[in-house]
């Protein structure tokens, strides 16, 4: 089991910035290098969207709304993964969600929200026009 907990959600008017970070822990046997990392989002009355997917080699995914704006990264000694988030904009609200999927492969990178097994409980982003 993987735990994962979300952490600097609130609230931004838009064009500020916020950096959200997501800290893995589980089992003795649990290395995060060894999972493909992501961000996803969901606003009121729509799908769960992927944000920003980093592989095991740090080779990273932006989905088209965010890129240029955001920026994931990975920190495998500390467990952490990072969201940094400027130039938000209105539609960026929603509650933002850490994700995790084992991966044998180092490059891999998935998109699609069904194939994580791992969630943290999510953390809410505002953004204000």
């Known amino acids: 089991q993987v735990q994962l907990v979300e952490f600097g959600g609130g609230q931004v008017q838009a064009g500020g910035s916020l950096r959200l970070s997501c800290a893995a822990s589980?089992?003795?046997?649990?290395?995060?290098?060894?999972?493909?990392m992501a961000w996803f989002r969901q606003a009121p009355g729509k799908e769960r969207e992927v944000v920003a997917v980093?592989?095991?080699?740090?080779?990273?995914y932006s989905g088209d709304s965010v890129k240029g704006r955001f920026t994931i990264s990975r920190d495998d000694l500390r467990s952490t993964v990072t969201l940094q988030m400027n130039n938000l904009k209105p539609e960026d609200t929603g509650v933002y969600y850490c994700?995790?999927?084992?991966?044998?492969?180092?490059?891999?990178?998935?998109?699609?929200?069904?194939?994580?097994?791992?969630w943290g409980q999510g953390t809410q982003v505002t953004v204000s026009s």
């Open positions: 980093i592989a095991r080699n740090r080779d990273s």
């Open positions: 589980g089992r003795r046997d649990y290395i995060m290098r060894n999972y493909i």
């Open positions: 994700a995790a999927d084992f991966s044998a492969s180092g490059t891999v990178i998935r998109t699609a929200a069904e194939v994580y097994d791992y």
